[in-house]
């Protein structure tokens, strides 16, 4: 890694990239790992991801239908060893800010704490999704049935939809680091474990919440999940100090660099994927939205 603190690392997986950073030198994780749902696990791969899938579809089923029990056990081991170098880089009373699917939140939640943070609360990214929820009708009618059965069976099931809601929220798990002392002790030394809501960057006039409402971005850089800037600025100027050091080691398009330029803050970033790390390089250095 170079010297100064303000490094884009490309193409490197982040469990080899963490490895070279300082211990205690981020003040601020602010990161979305794979969500394991989907095909979208520690194999990810954008051009594959892309191929399989359309509107609200991936592989032939809605997205987040595919259940398997072993999708939160396989995110949780793939997670823990990751968040416990989160724990050696960060400094003391540092935050965590880790978006996550809410289906598998709960099992990213554990391996965070299980790496020694403390868990502070659970934030939702409010926006307006599309609904995924399907009609059975066209399974019904590709059965071996006569077709009278086929639609008494439609009529049975009144319109009836797999069991999906329609998706208005991300979960972003908050955890933090332990403190050195007390509140004020650790801001002292540190810079770290209070937050700023003097001047946030969304809703003005009010006092954060943890319901964030941000629309989804319009431009997405070649990235299926990708966060609108706004949002992450928000998060950034509440929970880090001018001149910190915040790290994404799951980069994508580079959105949480372009972040945390805007914001004045140094910024550590990893991406495996030789596409994205260079969207992601071009955008930090430009500033794009």
């Known amino acids: 890694m170079k010297k100064s603190e303000d490094s884009w690392i490309q193409c490197i997986d982040c469990r080899k990239g963490m490895s070279k950073v300082t211990p205690q030198t981020v003040s601020l994780i602010l990161t979305d790992p794979p ?5 979208m696990d520690d194999s990810w791969d954008t051009q594959r991801i892309r191929s399989r899938q359309k509107k609200g579809v991936i592989g ?4 987040g239908m595919k259940f398997d029990k072993a999708q939160g056990q396989n995110l949780y081991r793939f997670l823990k060893p990751i968040a416990e170098q989160w724990k050696r880089i960060i400094k003391p009373g540092g935050f965590v800010l880790c978006f996550s699917h809410p289906r598998l939140s709960h099992r990213a939640t554990i391996a965070i704490e299980d790496a020694g943070f403390e868990i502070r609360d659970l934030l939702a990214w409010r926006y307006e999704g599309q609904a995924k929820a399907f009609k059975q009708d066209h399974f019904v009618r590709k059965r071996n049935l006569p077709t009278d059965e086929k639609e008494r069976i439609i009529r049975a099931l009144g319109g009836r939809k797999t069991p999906q809601l329609k998706p208005q929220m991300e979960v972003i798990i908050l955890a933090q680091a332990p403190r050195e002392g007390t509140f004020v002790d650790n801001w002292l030394q540190h810079q770290t474990g209070l937050i700023d809501v003097s001047e946030p960057v969304l809703e003005k006039d009010r006092f954060p919440g943890t319901v964030i409402p941000v629309p989804k971005p319009r431009e997405k850089f070649g990235h299926i999940a990708a966060k609108p ?3 992450l600025q928000h998060l950034i100027r509440i929970f880090s100090a001018q001149g910190s050091v915040v790290c994404d080691p799951f980069a994508g398009s580079g959105s949480t660099g372009v972040a945390a330029r805007k914001e004045g803050r ?3 970033g990893f991406e495996i994927d030789n596409e994205m790390a260079a969207i992601a390089e071009k955008r930090i250095e430009v500033g794009t939205h």
């Open 229 to 231: 800037v706004p949002l």
């Open 35 to 39: 969500y394991f749902l989907d095909g």
């Open 266 to 268: 140094n910024f550590i």
């Open 60 to 63: 032939g089923l809605p997205v």
